[in-house]
């Protein structure tokens, strides 16, 4: 039978769309305050908003007569016609936010505009109408929403802890404290501010209040008609994009096009990671649709063209100005092509081993097994796969990955499990190590080492990274973490959102071997590291690591990605090795479980038999 839902379950459906989350909250009454032309906004929340949210601001506030229309479906002051679409100028203008929210909570709104002496309070439950009073309050709004979803339990049940929920307001309110630089933002989190901005309108003081990571220091500013900013420059990288803030005519927006814009405007600039990108886009508003998303976090451009060449533009002409020296970038056909003039005498060396693109190497080929590594990198077959087999997905992956190599997955409720990495030995063993007689070494990267019939070719970055592997998981499982006390600790300061963050991480870094604890105002304070480790390398991979811990909050992740993604201290490529380093780097290799590739899934080591060099040269 087909009936009309009467209006209460209606309303909850709809909010459910809107409202996901305390952060859908926060980011809905903020975005009114903005639009309400507020200088100054105050966020108040307890248990992750769960059960207590309030957010005062200091903007034009809200009629008392118009107060209770406010909070019918679709009521909104911001559009009028069919045409305002095509002309959106504020964050909020569908008038399904604050019916929402009271719908799906305890709600108390005080309001008064500035041509009243006395404003109005208003309380709602569950989007019905409590009580309605005049009191005395300043110009501007205040709206208390306690018990999100107490009436919807289907829903509260799935929201995260506490300190996950919290996290993702503080992260948000860190965005919206950049773009409107020039409002005072404060953040209360159970009673302790988390977040004060000045409000000055100085974009660089607040950026760098707000994230207090070097990658976020010296940034360089770009500015075209459409685009304006501030970016990194090549020589500091972050290992993923949470550096990466877009905002598309004042609205926090993720982007493909911009991403792949910024890709592209760095291409060949930079050897690995990702660039800081706080990027400013201005369209005009018939230019772009800011209403396919129904939390409003995505939006599409009339011209994505017009807009990713904008972003190039400006971004190639601030890194120039900087004259950054470019790392030049082959193509495959600069590598494999022979010059016409030379091709009578000259034959192009190839190898067994493939080329490896990071760029085209799709994600599920991220992590090759051990034995698929080492059958590429020294010329073996792959094994036979069924072509009309599905490609398997991501999750699947690591579900066979960890029924493989003893790696549990994450339990539903987001907490680590206890958690033991076993590395996999190398199935394909084609020499022994002690065969191996160093031959030389060039372009500061690569040692050459021969045997009787071949020479092998390692790339000191990717092998030195397989010894820091081994070394931090063979840690991670030992029973024994015992750190090495430095005389001098030192600090790490991090975001708000991630010193809110849930504390599973410190567990799974001590274990790793670092004594690690909390020394207040988002600092932590190491006081002993690794003994493996040098106090530079120790450093390193702290921050990397925390850079990183959001994969925690991932079910699908395993603690050894974790540590995979924060291997970067292992010695570069470019940086030249002494005679005792090689002989060093090449002994503890040779003790790895398996020493063939990287952790990544890169070869350690690239073959060419001596048939292959007498071919090259045409003597056979």
């Not at 309070?121 to 208390?144: C, D, F, P, Q, Y």
């Not at 030192?490 to 004594?515: H, K, M």
Request: proline residues 4%; glycine residues 6%; aromatic residues 8%.
């Amino acid at each position: 039978m087909i009936r009309v839902l009467d209006s209460f379950i209606a309303d909850k459906i709809a909010a459910g769309e809107v409202i996901e989350k305390p952060l859908s909250i926060i980011k809905e009454l903020v975005e009114n305050s903005i639009d309400a032309g507020a200088t100054s906004v105050i966020i108040e929340i307890k248990n992750g908003g769960k059960s207590f949210i309030r957010v005062t601001d200091n903007g034009t506030g809200i009629p008392a007569d118009e107060l209770e229309t406010a909070f019918l479906r679709h009521a909104t002051g911001k559009i009028s016609s069919i045409e305002d679409l095509d002309n959106i100028r504020t964050l909020g203008f569908r008038g399904e936010a604050l019916a929402s929210i009271s719908a799906v909570s305890r709600l108390t709104v005080v309001t008064k505009t500035e041509d009243v002496t006395a404003g109005t309070r208003l309380v709602m439950h569950a989007g019905k109408k409590i009580a309605s009073e005049a009191v005395g309050t300043n110009t501007g709004t205040t709206m208390i929403v306690e018990d999100v979803f107490y009436n919807v339990p289907a829903r509260r049940k799935f929201m995260g802890s506490d300190a996950r929920e919290a996290s993702a307001i503080i992260e948000l309110v860190q965005k919206l404290a950049i773009y409107y630089s020039s409002v005072r933002f404060m953040l209360i989190n159970n009673g302790r501010t988390v977040i004060s901005t000045t409000g000055n309108g100085n974009l660089r003081n607040t950026l760098e209040s707000i994230y207090p990571e070097n990658e976020f220091r010296n940034l360089l500013e770009v500015r075209n008609d459409m685009v304006s900013g501030l970016v990194s420059p090549p020589s500091s990288m972050k290992t993923n994009r949470k550096g990466q803030i877009f905002f598309v005519n004042g609205r926090i927006v993720n982007g493909k096009t911009i991403e792949k814009a910024i890709d592209k405007a760095y291409a060949g600039r930079i050897f690995s990671g990702y660039p800081v990108a706080v990027l400013f886009i201005t369209v005009s508003p018939d230019a772009v649709d800011v209403n396919i998303h129904p939390g409003k976090r995505e939006v599409k451009f009339l011209d994505d063209k017009a807009v990713e060449e904008a972003i190039i533009s400006a971004i190639t002409d601030a890194l120039t100005e900087k004259k950054p020296v470019a790392e030049y970038k082959f193509s495959d056909k600069a590598i494999t092509k022979v010059p016409e003039k030379v091709s009578e005498n000259v034959t192009e060396l190839k190898t067994t081993a493939p080329a490896v693109s990071e760029e085209s190497t799709p994600a599920i080929e991220a992590e090759p097994s051990e034995e698929k590594i080492a059958r590429a990198a020294f010329g073996l077959k792959p094994l036979e796969m069924d072509k009309e087999a599905p490609a398997p997905s991501i999750r699947d992956f690591l579900k066979e990955r960890a029924q493989t190599e003893d790696v549990n997955l994450h339990s539903c409720d987001n907490k680590p499990a206890e958690i033991n990495v076993t590395i996999k030995k190398a199935e394909v063993r084609p020499f022994e190590f002690e065969d191996l007689r160093y031959a030389g070494y060039i372009l500061n990267s690569y040692i050459i080492t021969e045997t009787s019939d071949a020479i092998y070719m390692i790339d000191q970055h990717a092998a030195h990274e397989r010894i820091f592997y081994e070394r931090l998981v063979n840690q991670y499982n030992s029973e024994n973490h015992a750190p090495q006390p430095i005389l001098c600790p030192f600090i790490i300061e991090v975001s708000s959102d991630i010193y809110n963050s849930e504390r599973d991480w410190l567990e799974i870094i001590g274990r790793i071997g670092y004594d690690m604890e909390d020394f207040g105002e988002n600092t932590f304070v190491i006081r002993g590291i690794p003994s493996y480790m040098s106090l530079s390398e120790a450093d390193d991979f702290a921050r990397e690591f925390i850079d990183n811990i959001g994969d925690l909050r991932d079910n699908y992740r395993v603690i050894d990605k974790l540590i995979m993604k924060s291997c970067k201290s292992a010695v570069k490529a470019n940086n030249r090795l002494s005679d005792m380093e090689i002989e060093t780097l090449l002994k503890e290799l040779a003790t790895c479980e398996n020493p063939f590739c990287c952790p990544h899934g890169r070869p350690t080591f690239i073959r060419m038999t001596r048939y292959e060099i007498e071919r090259a040269f045409r003597r056979v």
